[in-house]
């Protein structure tokens, strides 16, 4: 059965870092594109960014500079480096995973994708 797990969210002071996991097990991830999102109270979910296969990235605006995405094939894990926390940037956390195809130029941050987590918490406050 596919499944993804996030884990590393928590309560972190604004200036802080935390670094996201999201674990696959029953498929790998070598041939899936992973993206990451997030939803913040009384908004909707939001893409933050994402992964292809190659290792190519991208990023929303407002993460961009502060926020690194990585994946570990061996490991079966995609990562979410987050530095620089600000309290904006509260909301669960979610990833994602999508079977990429060649008929794609770049991964998505957009709603869509096959295979979802239960998300983790991220709050960042003083």
């Known amino acids: 059965q596919l499944q993804l797990v996030e884990s590393g969210g928590g309560l972190v002071q604004p200036g802080g870092s935390l670094r996201l996991s999201c674990a696959a097990s029953?498929?790998?991830?070598?041939?899936?594109?992973i993206g990451w999102f997030r939803r913040a109270p009384g908004k909707e979910r939001e893409g933050v960014s994402c992964?292809?296969?190659?290792?190519?990235?991208r990023y929303a605006d407002s993460v961009k500079g502060r926020f690194t995405i990585s994946r570990d094939n061996a490991k079966n894990t995609v990562y979410l480096q987050m530095n620089s926390l600000k309290p904006e940037d509260t909301a669960v956390y979610y990833c994602?995973?999508?079977?990429?195809?060649?008929?794609?130029?770049?991964?998505?941050?957009?709603?869509?994708?096959?295979?979802w987590g239960q998300g983790t918490q991220v709050t960042v406050s003083s």
């Open positions: 994602a995973a999508e079977l990429w195809t060649n008929a794609q130029a770049m991964c998505r941050m957009t709603e869509g994708y096959d295979d």
């Open positions: 029953g498929f790998t991830l070598d041939y899936y594109a």
């Open positions: 992964i292809k296969p190659n290792g190519i990235t």
